[in-house]
């Protein structure tokens, strides 16, 4: 057992004199990594079971639930393994979408406290994720350290903070995170991207209470890729724009409608079912298109080169509930 940050128990083993890395237990869960890949373990219908991902693409989709405290919905590592949010709890699931599995018996679902399975989640990042690989960085600009035996380890990377601003950025007081000056360099795919602000003009008595920033400037520094921001918060109603690049890490599964609006670029949309990940759409967005993702689907997209997007999310509590009862259909329009 060591113990995690949060004081939660973590069940660990010592690290495999082979490769470095210790393996963990969440709930009958079992989790090991070598080289290459990760192993999922787990037993049902009286058979072992076991499951293998490759390590980057593994710790990519676990930095972001772990970033994201589990998102809304349910987090799709892979069309196998994942996690959904029941807000305060966790559920762990192999094989619960997945039609062969799920026909066949040979699926698991556990639930855990939230804070549990989120100190497992956070010892497994810490100690997978070697020196010089970023699980929030493209490919291309991240090294190829999540291959081979552990070396060291990235926690300035794993435990990037979000930084929160206290009034909009540029106005007095809004802290460190002024944005024409956030100290990050323009992204060599934004290098086009124009860096001028807009001219602001209070009416008398208005002043230094107004200010507009370049957000399209402002999303060009973004060091990230697959993790929105939240930029703007009007009760409910979450702006969280987010610069992409390669694939998006996670099948998302939504528990609500959202809203995609394509900044720039071309983000390209596997939809599928939500509970088994038959296909049912792709969406190629280009620059301008909105789409309303429904409520009953997962999805993930492609990048092929860095672009900018919207997210527009609606953080009210009942929506999940709503959803899944039927009260609300699982999308906003009716054509
Ligand atoms: C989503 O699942 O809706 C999502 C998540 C992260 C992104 C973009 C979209 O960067
Ligand atoms: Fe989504």
Known sequence: MVQAASSVAVQASP???QTGYRSFRLG???FSRDEYFVHIAWQANGQKLSHTISADAFLRAMMRDVAWGFFYGWVNFDPVIGTRNLYGKVEFYAGKYHPSYKGKGLDLCETFDSREIMATF???LDDWTNEGFDPFAAPDET???WLGKKN??????????RQACKRMPGLPGDAELRSDSNGYPVNRAFADVAQDEPEIKAEPGFEGQLHAFNLFK?????DVTWNPSVSSVLERSLCCPTTEEYILPIKHGNDRVEWFVQLSDEIEWEIENKNTGAPRAKVIMKPGDVAAMP???????????RSMLLVWEN??????QLYESGKLKPYPVEF
């Not at 953080?315 to 999940?320: R, V």
Request: hydrophobic letters at 25%; zero cysteines.
């Open 15 to 17: 690290a495999s004199n």
């Open 28 to 30: 009958s869960f079992g």
């Open 122 to 124: 956070k010892a497994i």
């Open 143 to 145: 090294g190829k350290g």
């Open 152 to 161: 060291g380890n990235n926690r300035a990377a794993i435990e990037r903070e």
């Open 218 to 222: 402002y999303l060009s520094r973004s």
């Open 295 to 305: 409520a009953d689907i997962r999805h993930q997209g492609y990048s092929k080169k």
């Open 315 to 320: 953080a009210t509590p009942e929506l999940p």
